[in-house]
């Protein structure tokens, strides 16, 4: 039964190892239950941890996130998994390419200065 919650659960998306087991945990199942449905996930390349972290990275980026947010948020989400995956460098790409928005003029400044009639211009 809680191999086939297993499934399930990874059949929407995938999950960190550490949200499988608490929610297996919460759903009321034992720990050697949980351990074997993990285990037996891992066996056949169901859970996967570096998946899930490539996924992971790649919808936050997606949604605009900047490098320092995402990985705040993946060590949230992989703090309760027993080994944090290292996040190779290729997925993480250098700083420069993580930029959210453009600069509002060339020079990076806003072209209306803030001592002018009001910050709107009325």
Not at 25 to 37: E, K, N, T
Not at 43 to 68: A, M, P, T, V
Not at 99 to 105: E, I, K, T
Request: positive net charge; hydrophobic residues 35%; proline residues 5%.
């Amino acid at each position: 039964m809680c191999a086939t919650m297993v499934t399930e659960m990874l059949s929407r998306r995938d999950h960190a190892t550490g949200e499988v087991r608490d929610k297996l945990a919460r759903y009321g199942f034992h720990q050697p239950a949980i351990d074997f449905a993990v285990e037996r996930a891992t066996e056949y390349h169901f859970l996967d941890e570096n998946r899930f972290c490539s996924y992971f990275i790649e919808e936050r980026k997606r949604r605009g996130w900047g490098q320092r947010k995402i990985e705040t948020e993946l060590k949230r989400v992989m703090s309760c998994s027993m080994t944090f995956p290292v996040i190779p460098r290729i997925i993480l790409p250098s700083k420069t390419i993580w930029r959210v928005r453009q600069p509002c003029s060339p020079s990076g400044v806003f072209q209306r200065r803030a001592d002018s009639k009001n910050w709107f211009g009325f």
